[in-house]
């Protein structure tokens, strides 16, 4: 799959949920490895921030990210919208502290994005593939996300809260392409109990029917309930008439949980990159959610460029004779057994290392490893198999190293590792000259890594 961004830009206009103020904020394409960029064209010097989890600074009532003294609130609807509907690239602007609230839900923007439409680009789509269990939990909430593996990017939400109308649920999507009809149009939503500390707090000046879900499950008295519809500029309610308030009927039953997850989206879009694997969170909220999008940077940090996934039951792409017919290499030269994987620009080979490898016979008797020479001519091996299997008479062509860069040895490979090899073009072949990046693994971990330049040419 390839990044993608915008084909144009789309702009939406409302108020602030927090300081009430006017406000504009424009989605632009932006170019291949963007990511999500915000700026704040209102102040001097129109600074950017980047929004990635590091960047968020308060998650009390909403994601808040900032770059020194510029902040930008309320940003998860829009991110949740981006990043549900395939969007890697994007630079927005805003005039203001905060993105519009709108209708209190992502539906808005997505509907922008599908007028719009989505452009393509160049570059792969670089996902996180999950191998493992990775969980945060915060013992103080009992507040828990566990991501697993899954084949795509799916969550699960399970909330609970101190209120008979929404004591218990749970949301469930499977996968993006269910978001615009099953999750964007759901609205945030408020407790009448939290709305006089959030005014005291200077807070929710843009708040209204038209933009939340308002939950009145605590009977007060007629007078304070009174003295808060007037301060909301809505009308005055019967103080023993419990239950949901709002000028839009509920669009699920569990709407509130549905928004939860919308919720986790928008900040998991703050990881920086998509991500093929199962949430499950109890109890979310912005505080868990970004320390575990902080806690997912750092992982992917850790495995930058992930091992490609390996399969030994599956049938290869290419055995053992179709790789003879390519190559000229035979023993003791011939160090790939198998290609796994083959697309027009990349391709997954594998040789396993056993204890009868000549080479160990003098490298080194009593501590055998595989020599570095030998590595970067496997990754190159697996290079050259990628670019001969595209020409006619393959076997008539040769392929020979013109230029090595950036060689970089991480671990030592053994007797027993299984090598696993990708090799992806960092440029089209032009007139017989290919560059080439090449890593190789032992597990999930990168033992090897070059930038190699081949000639091809053909036998005489």
């Avoid at 000549?358 to 990754?379: D, I, T």
């Amino acid at each position: 799959m390839k990044q993608q961004t915008l084909k144009g830009s789309f702009t939406l206009f409302g108020k602030g949920l927090h300081t009430g103020l006017s406000i504009t904020v424009t989605f632009n394409p932006a170019p291949e490895n963007t990511g999500y960029k915000i700026q704040r064209i209102d102040l001097e010097g129109e600074p950017v921030i980047d929004a990635v989890a590091e960047n968020v600074v308060d998650t009390q009532r909403g994601t808040v990210v900032a770059k020194g003294d510029v902040r930008v609130c309320t940003i998860e609807h829009g991110m949740s919208a981006l990043y549900a509907m395939g969007i890697d690239n994007c630079l927005i602007q805003v005039n203001g502290p905060e993105f519009p609230i709108l209708d209190g839900s992502a539906i808005k923007y997505v509907e922008k994005i599908r007028e719009v439409g989505i452009q393509e680009q160049n570059a792969p789509k670089d996902f996180y593939v999950i191998r493992k269990k990775i969980e945060i939990k915060d013992e103080n909430t009992g507040s828990c996300i566990t991501l697993l593996p899954d084949e795509e990017f799916s969550i699960t939400a399970m909330c609970s809260f101190e209120s008979k109308f929404i004591a218990s649920q749970f949301a469930t999507l499977d996968g993006m392409t269910n978001y615009a009809e099953e999750i964007a149009a759901a609205r945030t939503f408020v407790f009448v109990r939290d709305i006089e500390p959030l005014l005291n707090a200077n807070l929710i000046k843009g708040g209204s029917l038209d933009n939340a879900i308002v939950i009145y499950e605590r009977q007060m008295s007629q007078e304070n309930l009174d003295k808060l519809a007037d301060v909301l500029g809505v009308p005055h309610m019967d103080a023993t008439n419990l239950g949901y308030i709002q000028n839009k009927p509920l669009v699920w039953d569990n709407e509130c949980t549905r928004h939860k997850l919308l919720d986790i989206i928008g900040d998991m879009a703050l990881i920086g990159r998509p991500i093929k694997g199962r949430i499950v969170a109890t109890r979310p909220g912005h505080t868990v959610n970004n320390k575990f999008a902080r806690l997912m940077r750092k992982e992917i940090r850790k495995h930058e460029v992930q091992a490609p996934f390996y399969d030994p039951n599956e049938t290869p792409i290419m055995d053992v004779n179709r790789i003879r017919e390519l190559l000229p290499h035979r023993y003791p030269m011939q160090l790939v057994d198998k290609v796994i994987e083959l697309g027009p620009t990349t391709i997954v080979g594998v040789k396993n290392v056993t204890s009868n490898e000549p080479f160990f016979q003098g490298h080194f008797p009593e501590e055998p490893v595989m020599p570095g020479v030998l590595m970067v001519e496997a990754m190159a091996q697996c290079g050259g198999l990628l670019v001969l299997n595209t020409l006619e008479e393959p076997e008539r062509w040769s392929t020979y190293f013109m230029k090595i860069d950036d060689v970089k040895f991480r671990q030592k490979v053994v007797p027993g590792d299984t090598l696993l090899f990708k090799v992806e073009l960092l440029a089209p072949v032009r007139h017989g000259i290919s560059s080439m990046k090449g890593y190789m693994f032992v597990g999930d971990n990168v033992v090897a890594e070059a930038t190699f330049t081949a000639q091809i040419i053909k036998n005489k």
